[in-house]
């Protein structure tokens, strides 16, 4: 979008526009907090379509992790289900009523719990070295509502889970990551990268290292919470 960009004024959806109006600091400074919240929770994306598959086993030891911690938790199943990809059209720039156009699908629903959590966890198997469709479509319309509403995602925490047959995992990991990055988030790492290796259903609990790094996962994430929130 951005290397087509001329000279002249940018549409009211595009990433420059929204970047050039609404900067950082004016995001930060713009966070939207529940008064009524009890306690902190995170929120997690599984971006596979195979429920109970290796990508849902990997967030939910990480979600163990953070329950351990007194921090409530919500799984969240998105693969496998209908979504549609972002059109670029700028209609979340011009309503800012925290919700994309398109209504028909389970984005809007995630988007309302991400504004709402202090943290999430956003999970995906490897396909062709990259996420899932559904990830990818929850990551870009999610992501353009989040900057044309004032940063809604600003100052919170994430941390991405990848589930790998045995290579292309860390091209996932910058994946979710960059879309942390951008919308001002602290992103959370553990003691290797956040991923774990299996092909069927349930082999990566044969993953021991997997395993610890997921645990780890939800425990820095919890500190950092804390830290965060006094």
């Not at 420059?16 to 997690?44: E, F, Q, T």
């Not at 953070?66 to 059109?87: A, D, F, P």
């Not at 990055?181 to 044969?206: A, H």
Request: proline share 3%; aromatic share 6%; glycine share 14%.
């Amino acid at each position: 979008m951005l290397q087509g960009a001329g000279r002249g004024a940018e549409p009211p959806g595009s990433v420059a526009r929204i970047i050039r109006d609404h900067p950082a600091a004016a995001w930060v400074n713009s966070i939207w907090v529940r008064a009524d919240s009890p306690g902190m929770k995170v929120v997690a994306f599984n971006g596979s379509p195979r429920k109970g598959g290796n990508t849902e086993r990997l967030l939910r030891h990480a979600l163990s992790a953070l329950k351990e911690e007194g921090i409530r938790t919500e799984l969240v199943q998105i693969g496998g289900k209908k979504v549609h990809g972002c059109t670029a059209c700028g209609k979340c720039y011009e309503t800012r009523d925290r919700k994309c156009v398109i209504d028909n699908d389970f984005v809007n629903g995630c988007i309302e719990k991400m504004a709402e959590a202090d943290g999430m966890i956003l999970g995906s198997p490897t396909y062709f070295a990259d996420v899932s469709t559904e990830t990818k479509a929850l990551i870009d319309r999610a992501g353009f509502v989040g900057m044309a509403n004032g940063g809604l995602y600003a100052r919170k925490v994430g941390a991405a889970v990848v589930a790998v047959r045995r290579a292309g995992a860390i091209h996932v990991f910058d994946t979710i990551n960059h879309f942390f990055g951008i919308n001002c988030m602290f992103t959370v790492g553990s003691s290797y990268w956040n991923l774990g290796i299996g092909m069927n259903p349930g082999d990566v609990e044969q993953d021991g290292e997997g395993i610890r790094t997921m645990r780890n996962l939800g425990a820095n994430m919890a500190w950092i919470l804390r830290k965060i929130h006094g």
